[in-house]
């Protein structure tokens, strides 16, 4: 085994292990009462002027890095957030709370 397939097999595990992060992270959101179904949050986000879900990715850059892979729309005490999810380079999964007025 060369060391190239160790790395190809280390980066496989790391994806694989950041999928299953975010798919518990994903139960966690809608155990706490976030929306993830973009047919129901859509016309809160229209409603309230908050920040399109579709924005975000862009907004972020500078201030996180990685792929964005999950955004739920959460209420926190008498103001709605957001809730990221972003998978950096090297696998490790970065959780944000923004606030979904003005994320950044």
Same mark, same amino acid.
Not at 82 to 90: I, N, P, S
């Given at each position: 085994?060369?060391?190239?397939?160790?790395?190809?097999?280390?980066?496989?595990?790391?994806?694989?292990?950041?999928?299953?992060?975010?798919?518990?992270?994903t139960?966690?959101a809608?155990?706490?009462?976030?929306?993830?179904?973009?047919?129901?949050?859509?016309?809160?986000?229209?409603?309230?002027?908050?920040?399109?879900?579709?924005?975000?990715k862009?907004?972020?850059?500078?201030?996180?890095?990685?792929?964005?892979? @999950?955004?739920?729309?959460?209420?926190?005490?008498? @103001?709605?957030?957001?809730?990221?999810?972003?998978?950096?380079?090297?696998?490790?999964?970065?959780?944000?709370?923004?606030?979904? @007025?003005?994320?950044?």
């Amino acid at each position: 085994m060369t060391t190239m397939d160790i790395i190809k097999i280390i980066a496989v595990a790391l994806a694989v292990q950041a999928v299953g992060v975010a798919t518990v992270r994903t139960a966690s959101a809608k155990a706490d009462g976030c929306l993830d179904d973009w047919s129901k949050a859509a016309p809160i986000v229209r409603d309230n002027g908050l920040t399109p879900a579709k924005d975000l990715k862009e907004l972020a850059k500078g201030h996180v890095e990685g792929n964005l892979t @999950k955004v739920s729309l959460c209420r926190a005490e008498d @103001k709605y957030v957001y809730r990221l999810v972003f998978v950096q380079g090297d696998g490790t999964v970065v959780d944000l709370t923004v606030d979904a @007025k003005t994320p950044w």
